[in-house]
């Protein structure tokens, strides 16, 4: 079917998707006029975060185009989310991935589908399209996957580099807030039986993935590297730079067999069309030559595609604020890159020294790492595109003075990398318990240090994050790990900095006591993966992904505009809070009426001596009103830790009206591994 007018799109948004166990799934259909005449193929986005309200804004700017493409759009709540029937109980369960090939086998069933289906998603949703994928229902025909992972364990929300992300907390703590919202009155007539169910049964998702700290079969569950020839669809992976998740387009591309091809550009968590740093691009324009190829067998070239479609950036102004990135587009027709080459550079008393194959020596003798608990406070929000504002790093020098530091000097040419910048480490620590955080900055003539990128790696998973085991203090170990993907060019005149530290508060969860990493530098090496470096002005024409076409926004009724603070302290006794506060406004939607506000206060709070003073806190509302119909709900979470376990607490309380119709207190502890 060809392309269809805004005339001949048809809404159905209360569409019901039924289970083979008898629940129903709460559904947003896009057809086009006469697709019973002239089937089409579907493309289905499934998510816990609510149709009506939650994504109802993002959905507007993205299923309209593909409808007017030839396409059905589908928007599925995952059971036990927005108004569908059932339990969540966590991510990407059994449950939620049966029910994923339910849902495709009820489209390609529909009088008006051809059969085909492809899936859509950025992050939860770009998770478990990769998952199902991997399950091979015979409708599935491609997926595109945004801002996803292939590891749930290395590359999740919930760990990096076997350290504790402190975003386990916080996420958890926002999944706590998601789930206590109530379905929707108005199609739903035993919503508070359902609400009041939901409540009760209410997981306490921080604790649940803080039992689970080591490479088990918990996260293996889900992850795609356990098993990369399950996939047989086609691919498309797309990624920013901002983002928490940069490896994974390359990752697919380089280990699928099926078709896959990567785009990253300089975005944050946001699909690109609607991302706040530029340049846009154009995402339905990549989704729909992607579908058009794998789902109407359209011979549009989309598997000569490069590989790899990367958005190389330069040093701008660091800044905690979204603003435009500095770079260009670049290709690379097969990838890993026939191209690349590696670059090793000596970790050394006075700083970075290039092994240039000639002999060149390595760092001889030790220094030590042992850095203040309050280091990372220029880190930004460890994932950009959850907060409305201030989420960036910001200029690094703050963070640079207190770790330890190795400079190469000035470049005499511009260097340029793409990929996994990697590390060899020779160490001892203090304590059986301890890790590193490596951070890759680019140096600017006028002292300005912005983060490239960087890894936490804990030093009891040296050798797996499987069976890690405690280090003994005083005994020297290698390791060998990889920083995170990224694309950079460093202009001539700026220089390469690697920055250590002990510490990356809040970022990562302290260790239980203050350590000191002592490098042993004639093992410690820096491997940078080098490509050709074009001129100041050289541009791939073949890599720029166009800009955004026209599309659709919800013309939803303003009540309460957005906000954003960060704020910093510090106390009398030297300690360090951070608090950020952020109001995701109240609107009315212009087509079920409900309004819908939200806001968010989280405190990170440590002192610079003390590990054990490590403190996080989150306070979420949500309010909904309809006409004479109100609800609340206000929850908080708290955790801190001493040398043997996690704390945990959480609190509920939720309002119909000005009526209490439920409150619940939740405490727990959880003992460290190797944490």
Same mark, same amino acid.
């Given at each position: ?392 790093? *910001?200029?690094?020098? @703050?963070?640079? !003075? ?6 190469? +000097?000035? /470049? $005499? #040419? ?122 100041? *002005?050289?541009?791939? @024409?073949?890599? !720029? ?6 599309? +659709?926004? /919800? $013309? #939803? ?119």
């Amino acid at each position: 079917m060809g392309a269809v007018d805004d005339s001949e799109v048809r809404v159905q948004d209360e569409v019901w998707i039924p289970l083979r166990d008898g629940r129903r799934l709460a559904a947003r259909l896009w057809l086009p006029s006469g697709a019973e005449r002239q089937r089409v193929p579907a493309i289905l986005e499934y998510l816990p975060y609510r149709l009506r309200d939650g994504t109802a804004a993002r959905d507007e700017t993205t299923y309209q185009v593909f409808c007017r493409a030839g396409y059905a759009g589908l928007r599925v709540d995952i059971a036990g989310s927005g108004d569908s029937d059932g339990h969540l109980s966590d991510e990407y369960t059994e449950d939620e991935l049966a029910s994923g090939e339910d849902i495709i086998a009820w489209i390609a069933n529909q009088p008006w589908s051809s059969g085909a289906v492809g899936m859509i998603g950025i992050s939860w949703g770009g998770f478990n399209g990769l998952q199902i994928a991997m399950r091979r229902p015979a409708a599935l025909k491609a997926i595109v996957t945004v801002c996803s992972t292939v590891d749930r364990y290395a590359d999740d929300i919930h760990f990096m580099g076997g350290c504790l992300l402190i975003d386990n907390f916080t996420w958890g703590a926002q999944m706590n807030a998601y789930m206590t919202r109530p379905p929707d009155p108005a199609i739903r007539e035993d919503w508070r039986a359902s609400w009041l169910a939901r409540l009760d049964a209410l997981p306490f998702f921080t604790a649940n993935w803080l039992r689970h700290q080591r490479r088990g079969a918990f996260w293996k569950h889900g992850s795609v590297c356990e098993d990369w020839s399950a996939i047989a669809c086609p691919v498309l992976a797309i990624g920013g730079w901002a983002d928490a998740y940069t490896n994974a387009p390359a990752q697919l591309v380089e280990h699928l067999a099926a078709p896959a091809k990567a785009l990253v550009g300089p975005w944050e968590h946001k699909y690109p069309h609607i991302a706040r740093i530029g340049p846009a691009a154009d995402f339905h324009g990549e989704v729909l030559r992607w579908f058009d190829r794998w789902l109407k067998g359209e011979a549009n070239g989309a598997e000569g595609l490069p590989d790899y479609r990367a958005y190389v950036q330069e040093h701008g102004a660091p800044s905690p604020y979204y603003d435009p990135q500095p770079g260009r587009w670049v290709a690379e027709q097969d990838w890993p890159s026939p191209r690349t080459v590696q670059r090793t550079f000596h970790l050394q008393g006075q700083g970075l020294s290039e092994d240039r194959g000639l002999g060149d020596a390595p760092g001889y003798g030790t220094t030590e790492v042992a850095t203040p608990q309050h280091l990372g406070m220029a880190a930004g929000y460890f994932c950009p595109g959850m907060r409305v504002e201030h989420e960036l790093p *910001d200029d690094q020098c @703050a963070d640079d !003075a207190l770790s330890m530091c190795f400079d190469d +000097a000035p /470049l $005499a #040419a511009p260097l340029e990398i793409l990929g996994a910048p990697e590390v060899e480490l020779a160490f001892s620590a203090d304590r059986p318990q301890a890790f590193l955080v490596l951070r890759l900055n680019d140096v600017a003539p006028d002292g300005s240090s912005e983060r490239v990128t960087y890894r936490p790696i804990n030093l009891s998973h040296r050798d797996s994050d499987e069976t890690p085991s405690p280090l003994e203090p005083g005994r020297r170990y290698t390791v060998r790990f990889k920083l995170n993907h990224c694309g950079r060019r460093f202009r001539a005149g700026h220089r390469l900095r690697l920055a250590l530290s002990t510490t990356y508060w809040p970022i990562v969860w302290p260790s239980p006591e203050a350590a000191r990493v002592t490098l042993h530098l004639e093992d410690c090496r820096l491997h940078l993966p080098l490509r050709p470096v074009a001129g100041e *002005d050289g541009k791939d @024409a073949a890599a !720029a992904p166009a800009t955004p076409r026209g599309f +659709a926004q /919800l $013309a #939803a009724n303003t009540l309460r505009p957005t906000d954003s603070r960060t704020e910093r302290e510090t106390l009398n006794d030297g300690t360090h809070v951070l608090h950020c506060f952020d109001d995701f406004g109240e609107t009315r939607n212009p087509h079920h009426g409900l309004e819908v506000g939200s806001t968010v206060e989280q405190v990170f709070a440590i002192n610079p001596e003390a590990p054990s003073s490590a403190r996080a806190e989150a306070y979420w509302r949500y309010t909904f009103a309809r006409g004479a119909w109100r609800a609340r709900i206000d929850t908080g979470t708290t955790m801190t830790a001493d040398l043997r376990n996690f704390h945990l607490t959480r609190r509920v309380e939720a309002y119909e009206g000005d009526t209490l119709v439920f409150e619940r207190d939740w405490q727990e502890s959880v003992p460290r591994d190797c944490m």
